[in-house]
């Protein structure tokens, strides 16, 4: 595992503690578990998580910059479920990305949250 996501494990469970879920990093042509909590080693999850990621690999923004430059560039998108929070912080220069699942009440704070992940992530070295 290379440095930036050893740095976002260690972001995210200094943020959000047991409410950590699971991590996946995700390349346009394979993808490893990076965390995940001993709850959700089941074998649902292991029969549905590669079908996770292909929706992940295959989701569109909701608005484009093309369209609308005003927004800017997507950073990430975030889907909460009764459950859980699932933020997805995609690198679309190299078609891939990272799912985050935190318990939904961690949700709190997102924007600041999901900034500090990309940073870690795609920022500078």
């Given amino acids: 595992m290379t440095e930036r996501y050893k740095r976002l494990l260690t972001r995210v469970k200094e943020r959000a503690g047991d409410a950590f879920r699971v991590a996946i990093r ?16 089941t074998e649902e999850f292991q ?30 998108n975030v889907e909460l479920y009764e459950a859980a929070a699932i ?17 939904r009440d961690v ?3 997102l924007g600041a949250f999901v900034d500090e992940c990309t940073s870690l992530l795609y920022g500078p070295d």
């Fill in 107 to 109: 949700a709190q704070g």
């Fill in 47 to 76: 029969r549905t998580v590669g079908r996770t990621v292909e929706h992940a690999r295959d989701y569109t923004p909701i608005s484009d910059p093309a369209w609308y430059e005003a927004l800017g560039n997507s950073q990430a």
């Fill in 26 to 41: 995700y390349t346009a042509d394979d993808w490893t578990i990076l965390y995940i909590r001993d709850d959700l080693r």
């Fill in 87 to 103: 933020i997805h912080l995609r690198d679309p220069d190299n078609g891939g990305g990272v799912l985050v699942s935190l318990d």
